[in-house]
């Protein structure tokens, strides 16, 4: 079976860059019928990793992603940590070490000196005589002082390090019993059964000591995925300012889960020129083997685009639904799907087509001064007059299309082209001369709003 995870040490929030190894690690479990497992990495105490697992759950509630089962908490496990601990001293894999810091810094000072590889000179490693007063030891794994430690990588290809270049015998936990960092990830992948490890490249270089572990322990090592990173337009490391913010900041920006996922989905991994992929697309044709050799560029262009595409091609209950949380309730079926219909194609995100929906439910308080000097002339007034006129007396307007005619109606009667009777209409419906079509805006707006909206307007500017 599949088994995936995600792993995040607890910020308070679910990065965008966390987002995208998640969602491919979710998308590869679920295709195989297998499991997306949550870990929260929280052996810094300091941080409050109860919330920070919500958050996380929180987002991905939102955008429809769901781990299975529990979630693991690296705080709550230094019983297991422990017992594996004692088992590498007990099969002298492992030793304790009572170097000082002191020693240590000064060991550290010689190699800078000496021009040397900074690394712990394994001192204690065949230690058997009687161990210093006073000192806590450290415990450090028998790392192997030579020779290669093969990365397989489903991105990167094999890569091989050596282990003289890279590797000392690193401390598995520290003096007050604490396991560090490389050594609980490789024994927490490894019990909670993790068949491939899908993550950020930025932890390439801690595979190796990883590996370690697991050969010290007998565990089978997972096959590995290393995600190059998301960099800005510039060809640097996302930052909070390009867009690497909570994800939870997307939603209130008006963006929606299915564009949200498309563009992250398409930040590291490609299918041929293929663009748009609904969720079940991403599952059925995810692989993280076509995942992305180099860094892949956040474009919000991009992510505009797309959320534009699926607010387009979003049912109108759906959007209705979805807008509620801007307060609009949009209840008359007709003019709902008119007022969606209109603006739609207009909105990149759903605050987008709130605020363009209020801009047309809402009367006009005041009007744009230079829209007002270029069409509100005498013959204006004349023009929505003999409009108002035909609207008052007409008991069938329903449609944009009934109010296009007696708009069409006062072109022809009156002899003027349409910008003659458009752009004043527009100026008193909207304020200004940008907005939809004035049809559907009348359309849903009614016959008496609009009425009383021209002589509003006419009041207001003659
Ligand atoms: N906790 C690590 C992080 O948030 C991820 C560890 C991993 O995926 O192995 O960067």
Redesign the pocket.
Known sequence: MVVT?????P?GYLHIG?LR?ALLSYLWAKKNGGKFLLRI?DTDKARNSEEAAQAIVNAFEWLGLAHDGEITYQSKRDDIYAKYIQQLLHEGKAYRCYMTKEELTELRETQMANKQRTMYDGSYRDFNGTPPEGVEPAIRIKAPKSGPIVVKDGVKGTITFQAEDILDDFVIARADGSPTYNFV?AVD?ALMGVTE?I??D??LS?TPKQIVVYEALGFEIPAFYHVPMIHNAEGKKLSKRDGATDVMAYKEMGYTPEALLNFLVRLGWSHGDQEIFSMEEMMELFNPKDINKSASIYNTEKLDWLSGHYIKNMPNKKLAELLEQYGLMLTSHDKKEILLDSLKERAKTLKDLAELTKEILATPTSYDEKAVAKAFKADAIEVLNAFSAKVSASETLHLPSDYHHLMEEVVNEMGIGFGKIGQPLRLALLGKLSGPGLDSVMAIIGKNETLQRIEHAIAANS
């Open positions: 995870r995600f792993a995040p040490s910020t966390g190894t990495e990830v992948d490890v993550r950020g930025d932890h801690n």
